[in-house]
RNA sequence: GGAGGCGUCGCCUAGUCCGGUCGAUGGCGCCCGCCUGCUAAGCGGGUUGGGGUUUUAUAGCCCCUCGAGGGUUCAAAUCCCUCCGCCUCCGCCA
């Protein structure tokens, strides 16, 4: 939700904003209007409701036949104020309606585009040679296989398209990964959080996900329960509706938890595999910070997360991505993009958003800054989301033989430097 | 699932039975000032959050806010209804 006196006062920066991101720019003049709107009606309703209380102070001194004469006159301003306070209220939930509609006001050096205009900010590693090598890469679905690391097959019996099962070295791998991961977070001062998975709508709502993404978000009729598609949504929600030490920021937080996503829209996309699933588990980087230091604590998140990738000693590339592409949040994102051998491309396996206080406003965190209370900005990144992640090292680590390297610091946990076929 | 209790502006708390002077009490904490070799104590003042409006600005005025939402009434912290959360006991289950 972007602030009121931003569209006021420069309703061009988001006009141009909306624009950018392929989203309509005259949508800014509904909710000027609509503001202007509720303005207007909610002093009509307070003058009435000022002179209501004025002349109910004076009833309640009031005898006899004066007294009667203060009743007839409030009984019918009554009326007028209950007609009033209805007005004021459509007024203002006509604008929240319209509102909610703009999406964040995107950073100045964002490129401008659709999806494939994205820039790419550096690249990490060199992708193998494997016709060098002397050998064809297996994929990872056939390296899982052999391995005894995913089983797809039961996971389609079992749950359906987009399931899967970690089955031995590839639980193992899960477990080492989140050690390792959770590790980095606790040193680097994060505050670990094992968060719900099922949350309400004004969590799902206040993160912004019921726009745009609604349509990839499970959500329980019965109970009115949506599922979260990342632990950003509990991590966000998490300080909604409180005012925080500006001395206590920024507040960092690693999210552990399950994610689920209904991938409406992508069928024929990524069906083989576990590159895009119904459900999987994600270590999320989250950080309520001053607004000033935002822009500073996103570099920070994309700095951690490639701190994460390069022990794993995967080839990958940072993009800063287009404007036409970010979320209805976020304001800038950084994607890493891990090479992947057998579709010789890179595919993205984290993302770091920086969300402004586009998030903090809708959701009520606000920090008290000296005898002032202001939204705080909110920031997520990706420190490992564990399917993709388990594709990149299977795929870039594997042998002649289908065996896959282990990388350094997940031996402890699988046991072995090497994971090799049953 | 059953029975009962509770929810007041940071924390604690008065007020709710019997609606109007509650436009919310007091304490703690915190902030400012006075006093003071220093600190503490003492004294005085301030201290919920949101919104509207006027103004160059400071500041002021107004409305809302007693868990949330409805209702009754000229008028609701107070009466009625629904919901949410917490606590205690019982039952069931991991």
């Given at each position: 939700?972007?602030?009121?006196?931003?569209?006021r006062?420069a309703?061009?920066t988001?006009?141009?904003?909306?624009a950018?991101?392929g989203?309509?720019?005259?949508?800014?003049?509904?909710?000027?209007?609509?503001?202007e709107?509720?303005?207007?009606?909610?002093?009509?309703?307070?003058a009435?409701?000022a002179?209501?209380?004025?002349?109910?102070?004076?009833?309640?001194?009031?005898?006899?036949?004066?007294?009667?004469?203060?009743l007839?006159?409030?009984?019918?301003?009554?009326?007028q104020v209950?007609?009033?306070?209805?007005?004021?209220?459509?007024?203002?939930?006509a604008l929240?309606?319209?509102?909610?509609?703009?999406s964040?006001?995107?950073?100045?050096?964002?490129p401008?585009?659709?999806?494939e205009?994205?820039?790419?900010?550096?690249h990490?590693?060199?992708?193998?040679?494997?016709?060098?090598?002397?050998?064809?890469?297996?994929?990872?679905?056939?390296?899982?296989?052999?391995?005894?690391?995913?089983?797809?097959?039961?996971?389609?019996?079992?749950s359906?398209?987009?399931?899967?099962?970690?089955?031995?070295?590839?639980?193992?791998l899960?477990?080492?990964l989140?050690?390792?991961a959770?590790?980095?977070?606790?040193?680097?001062g994060?505050?670990?959080m094992?968060?719900?998975?099922?949350v309400?709508p004004p969590?799902?709502?206040?993160t912004?996900?019921?726009?745009?993404?609604?349509?990839?978000?499970?959500?329980?009729?019965?109970?009115?329960?949506?599922?979260?598609?990342?632990?950003?949504?509990?991590?966000?929600?998490?300080?909604?509706?409180e005012?925080?030490?500006?001395?206590?920021?920024?507040?960092?937080?690693?999210?552990?938890?399950?994610?689920?996503?209904?991938?409406?829209?992508?069928?024929?996309?990524?069906t083989?595999?576990?590159?895009?699933?119904?459900?999987?588990?994600?270590?999320?980087?989250?950080?309520?910070?001053?607004?000033?230091?935002?822009?500073?604590?996103?570099?920070?998140?994309?700095?951690?997360?490639?701190?994460?990738?390069?022990?794993l000693?995967?080839?990958?590339?940072?993009?800063?991505?287009?404007?036409?592409?970010?979320?209805?949040?976020?304001?800038?994102?950084?994607?890493?993009?891990?090479?992947?051998?057998?579709?010789?491309?890179?595919?993205?396996?984290?993302?770091?958003?920086n969300?402004?206080?586009?998030?903090?406003?809708?959701?009520g965190?606000?920090m008290?800054?000296?005898?002032?209370?202001?939204p705080?900005?909110?920031?997520?990144?990706?420190?490992?989301?564990?399917?993709?992640?388990?594709?990149?090292i299977?795929?870039?680590h594997?042998?002649?033989?289908?065996?896959?390297?282990?990388?350094?610091?997940?031996?402890?946990?699988?046991?072995?430097?090497?994971?090799?076929?049953?």
């Amino acid at each position: 939700m972007l602030d009121l006196r931003v569209l006021r006062d420069a309703p061009d920066t988001v006009r141009h904003s909306q624009a950018a991101r392929g989203e309509d720019a005259s949508l800014v003049d509904v909710v000027i209007a609509a503001d202007e709107a509720r303005r207007a009606a909610i002093s009509a309703y307070e003058a009435l409701r000022a002179e209501q209380k004025a002349l109910g102070k004076q009833v309640a001194s009031a005898q006899g036949d004066e007294k009667q004469a203060l009743l007839a006159r409030t009984k019918d301003l009554s009326n007028q104020v209950k007609q009033a306070e209805g007005s004021a209220r459509e007024a203002e939930e006509a604008l929240t309606v319209v509102q909610l509609q703009l999406s964040n006001v995107v950073e100045p050096g964002a490129p401008v585009g659709a999806e494939e205009d994205f820039a790419v900010l550096e690249h990490i590693g060199t992708p193998r040679d494997f016709a060098a090598e002397g050998f064809e890469p297996r994929d990872h679905v056939d390296l899982g296989k052999l391995l005894g690391a995913i089983d797809v097959e039961r996971g389609a019996k079992v749950s359906g398209a987009r399931f899967f099962y970690l089955t031995g070295p590839g639980a193992l791998l899960e477990l080492a990964l989140i050690n390792v991961a959770v590790q980095q977070a606790v040193a680097a001062g994060f505050t670990p959080m094992v968060t719900p998975v099922l949350v309400k709508p004004p969590a799902m709502e206040g993160t912004g996900f019921l726009g745009q993404a609604a349509e990839n978000v499970f959500h329980l009729e019965q109970d009115d329960f949506y599922l979260v598609g990342t632990s950003e949504v509990s991590l966000a929600a998490y300080h909604s509706d409180e005012i925080l030490d500006v001395a206590d920021l920024p507040l960092r937080y690693a999210g552990i938890s399950t994610c689920f996503r209904r991938e409406a829209g992508t069928y024929g996309k990524d069906t083989r595999g576990i590159i895009r699933v119904h459900q999987f588990d994600k270590i999320e980087m989250f950080s309520f910070c001053h607004p000033d230091d935002a822009v500073a604590e996103h570099q920070r998140l994309l700095a951690w997360e490639k701190q994460f990738l390069d022990q794993l000693e995967l080839p990958y590339r940072v993009i800063d991505v287009a404007t036409g592409d970010l979320g209805s949040s976020a304001a800038r994102k950084y994607d890493i993009e891990a090479w992947i051998p057998t579709q010789g491309k890179y595919r993205e396996v984290t993302s770091a958003s920086n969300c402004t206080d586009f998030q903090a406003r809708r959701l009520g965190v606000r920090m008290r800054d000296g005898d002032r209370t202001t939204p705080v900005a909110t920031l997520n990144g990706t420190l490992v989301a564990i399917p993709r992640i388990i594709v990149a090292i299977l795929e870039n680590h594997q042998q002649a033989d289908g065996s896959v390297r282990v990388p350094a610091p997940l031996q402890a946990t699988l046991g072995t430097d090497v994971i090799t076929p049953r």
